[in-house]
């Protein structure tokens, strides 16, 4: 896929991954859609990129009419959906059962809902949209769907229970989903990263950040967003990866804790 004129949405693209990715995409001639809930980081992009270059829209990615509604008027705004990209999401450190009792259903199903609802969710409606497109290229396409899970899909350390369920299950709909959507030319591949750098790091104990870094293989950092971001770009771009979930993590394998 030729990124330039393409239209992009990037779910959480106010910061972090999803904020690095809307400058890849931009810096490649598309425009792009920022899905958040915070619109002052969103309007600082924004600033960055230009105003005929990135839109905000205000979105629950766990909400039915929140996100049908804000599709469609990205389509009339930019005049398509090419790309989409899941990076919403949200933590927890709970355990199935410890001293503070059991897991809290509520805090459990508030993981779910955002990470793994609201991804499908806004997948399902962003191939509505893609399905309405004219090709692409020569192979028929038109549109790829980029969702993110996380090295704790297949790792998951203790107190990630939720987090990981939720991850493990975009890993889970991603070849399903890349299959349902043939018909209609539309890939689906997952990033999966490892420990990527973003502020919420910044606050650690330079001793713990240390550590971090020394449980990757090579190179012994932290990943940088703007790395993910790349990734996202080359999955736009190759038309031939399609039904992958594609690690991004400098060999690392997670200890339990």
Do not use: W
């Amino acid at each position: 896929m030729d990124l330039v004129g393409k239209v992009a949405i990037v779910t959480g693209g106010a910061s972090g991954l999803g904020e690095a990715t809307v400058d890849a995409y931009v810096a490649k001639g598309a425009k792009v859609a920022i899905f958040d809930m915070n619109e002052a980081r969103a309007n600082a992009v924004i600033e960055r990129n230009g105003h005929d270059n990135v839109a905000f829209f205000n979105v629950n990615v766990a909400d039915e009419d929140s996100v049908k509604a804000a599709i469609a008027n990205v389509v009339e705004r930019f005049g398509a959906l090419h790309i989409c990209n899941n990076f919403a999401g949200i933590g927890s450190a709970s355990k199935t059962f410890g001293k503070k009792g059991v897991f809290p259903m509520e805090e459990y199903m508030r993981v779910i809902m955002v990470n793994q609802v609201g991804t499908f969710n806004v997948s399902r409606f962003a191939a509505e949209a893609m399905a309405s497109n004219a090709t692409i290229n020569d192979d028929g396409g038109r549109g790829v769907i980029i969702n993110t899970a996380s090295i704790a899909a297949y790792e998951g350390q203790i107190g990630q229970l939720a987090y990981s369920a939720s991850k493990g299950a975009i890993v889970g709909m991603t070849l399903p989903m890349a299959r349902d959507l043939v018909p209609y030319g539309i890939r689906v591949n997952t990033i999966v990263p490892g420990l990527i750098h973003t502020p919420l790091f910044d606050s650690l104990p330079d001793e713990v950040y240390q550590s971090l870094e020394r449980t990757v293989l090579y190179p012994q950092r932290l990943g940088k967003a703007e790395e993910i971001a790349h990734l996202s770009v080359f999955i736009a771009e190759n038309d031939y990866l399609n039904g992958e979930c594609v690690r991004l993590d400098g060999g690392i394998r997670m200890q339990p804790r």
